[in-house]
């Protein structure tokens, strides 16, 4: 198999290296401890103002890096990503942000674009070598290949979220846009189609209250998950 680095249990292919499968290493621990589980979710907060602490944007590379590896349907791998990292870039986006949402993502220390890929299918080859011809089937099929990017993306951006957590930031989610305002702001040379924006930081700013709202509730699992 060559060049394997282990992580979390896993057998990967090491960073570069251009493997076809991962392989679980049944020998290693297969759940996360309490502490960890608690970064992810029931410790982890929706953050609307941060510390002014900068975020490299070599987090989202390193976040993209993990959440590559969590299943989408055919393997298709829809999301794309754009940190905006200069004021003009941020500027151009929030013009296109609901009223409420723009102060604070002009103050976050980063944000991001998270966006699906239309034309998703023109790496079908290395990405579903199982599924011969769909690259071709789907040339001829916008409105399937948007709606299975559309679909396939959003689940990613959950993944983006929790691989945000794990690497110690605070994730502001923002569904509060114009999309089409946003891809002609920074979608005009790829196609790419505006899902949501994130704002990412350290910590919630000490300073304002709203940081973070109060906690709401949640259904109990015996509300949302039946067994038949
Ligand atoms: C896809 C998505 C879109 C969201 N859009 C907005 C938004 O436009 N504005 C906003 O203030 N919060 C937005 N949120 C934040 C949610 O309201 C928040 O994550 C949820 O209430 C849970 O908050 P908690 O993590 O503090 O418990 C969004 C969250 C997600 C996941």
Not at 194 to 204: F, S, Y
């Amino acid at each position: 198999m060559g060049d394997l680095t282990e992580a979390a249990g896993c057998v990967r292919p090491a960073d570069g290296f251009d493997l076809d499968v991962t392989q679980t290493d049944l020998a290693a621990p297969t759940r996360l401890d309490a502490a960890s589980l608690d970064l992810l979710f029931a410790g982890a907060r929706t953050t609307n103002t941060f510390t002014p602490e900068p975020v490299d944007p070599d987090v989202v590379h390193r976040a993209y890096d993990q959440l590559r590896w969590a299943p989408t349907s055919m393997n298709i791998q829809p999301l794309r990503l754009t940190a905006l990292v200069s004021r003009a870039a941020r500027e151009s986006v929030v013009a296109h942000l609901g009223p409420r949402n723009q102060a604070k993502t002009l103050a976050a220390p980063l944000s991001v674009v998270a966006a699906y890929d239309p034309a998703f299918h023109t790496h079908l080859d290395v990405l579903a070598p199982h599924r011969e011809g769909l690259r071709e089937q789907l040339e001829g099929q916008p409105e399937r290949r948007d709606a299975m990017a559309r679909t396939n993306a959003l689940i990613q951006l959950g993944y983006l979220i929790v691989a945000l957590r794990a690497e110690g930031l605070q994730v502001g989610p923002i569904g509060g846009l114009d999309p089409l305002g946003v891809d002609a702001a920074v979608h005009a040379e790829n196609g790419w189609r505006t899902l949501a924006v994130l704002n990412l930081g350290h910590a919630p700013d000490p300073a304002d209250p709203t940081a973070q709202r109060p906690r709401a509730g949640r259904l109990e699992a015996a509300q949302a998950v039946l067994t038949r």
